[in-house]
């Protein structure tokens, strides 16, 4: 197998989105778009289960992505947990859908024997680290966000430390919502380091109305601006067979 490229929105919010379109349905669309959508709802130590929680969860499950509901304080590992996973089971999904067309509709993964499973994990293993990374990174400044936006800031200089050991390239771009005059505000085009936020993250205003789904259907044009320089591999392709 060649190298493919992988294409992930990851947005970090707390929930209760309240202008707009429903997340979720674009959250969908991203899915159809072979884009996955993953959710990180920050919560208050105090905050039990509620409609922002369910939102979250509700997104993710839409865009084909992984959720996960945190304390402030886990953010930075739960960012590169939810990330990484997120890959894992894009993989998986793919290697599933080739066994199915080779086995039959009745087959996938979990069928296969231990010994074939295995070694169809490892392939699993192997593209993680190969395949080419494409993280659009969307990040909640509305007012309830206000106090968590320096774990949020050293969290995803986190991740692209993380991500650093990887063969395959990586590529983020990040944006805010609600942006100054329309959905989202651009801090950072496509770049292989996210390094540079420091410089903008710390000018950061919190406040305003949270407008998540014209802010995740805006984010998702991000992915037919990227330049074409970036990647060597077919932009049509996921991943080939050689």
């Known amino acids: 197998m060649k190298k493919g490229r992988l294409k992930q929105v990851l947005l970090i919010t707390d929930g209760c989105s309240n202008q707009g379109e429903d997340p979720s349905a674009v959250a969908a669309l991203a899915k159809e778009q072979g884009i996955a959508v993953n959710v990180i709802?920050?919560?208050?130590?105090?905050?039990?289960?509620?409609?922002?929680?369910?939102?979250?969860?509700?997104?993710?499950?839409?865009?084909?992505?992984?959720?996960?509901?945190?304390?402030?304080?886990?953010?930075?590992?739960?960012?590169?947990?939810?990330?990484?996973?997120?890959?894992?089971?894009?993989?998986?999904?793919v290697i599933n859908q080739e066994l199915q067309q080779i086995l039959g509709d009745q087959d996938s993964m979990d069928d296969l024997p231990p010994e074939k499973r295995g070694q169809v994990m490892e392939v699993v293993d192997e593209l993680g680290e190969t395949v080419n990374l494409e993280v659009c990174i969307l990040v909640d400044t509305s007012a309830s966000m206000e106090k968590k936006l320096p774990t949020v800031h050293e969290a995803l200089?986190?991740?692209?430390?993380?991500?650093?050991?990887?063969?395959?390239?990586?590529?983020?771009?990040?944006?805010?919502?609600?942006?100054?005059?329309?959905?989202?505000?651009?801090?950072?085009?496509?770049?292989?380091?996210?390094?540079?936020?420091?410089?903008?993250?710390?000018?950061?205003?919190?406040?305003?109305?949270?407008?998540?789904?014209?802010?995740?259907?805006?984010?998702?044009k991000s992915f037919d601006k990227r330049p074409r320089r970036d990647f060597v591999e077919d932009d049509d392709a996921f991943i080939e067979e050689s």
Not at 188 to 194: G, H, V
């Open 157 to 220: 200089l986190d991740l692209s430390i993380s991500l650093n050991s990887r063969m395959g390239s990586n590529q983020f771009c990040l944006y805010t919502f609600p942006g100054k005059r329309k959905p989202i505000d651009k801090l950072l085009s496509w770049t292989p380091k996210i390094d540079s936020i420091s410089n903008v993250f710390s000018k950061l205003a919190s406040g305003g109305i949270t407008p998540t789904g014209p802010a995740l259907k805006e984010a998702l």
């Open 41 to 93: 709802g920050v919560v208050n130590e105090d905050q039990t289960a509620d409609g922002g929680i369910q939102e979250v969860e509700d997104i993710a499950l839409a865009g084909g992505g992984i959720s996960q509901i945190v304390q402030t304080k886990q953010l930075s590992q739960t960012v590169q947990m939810v990330t990484r996973q997120a890959m894992t089971q894009t993989i998986q999904g």
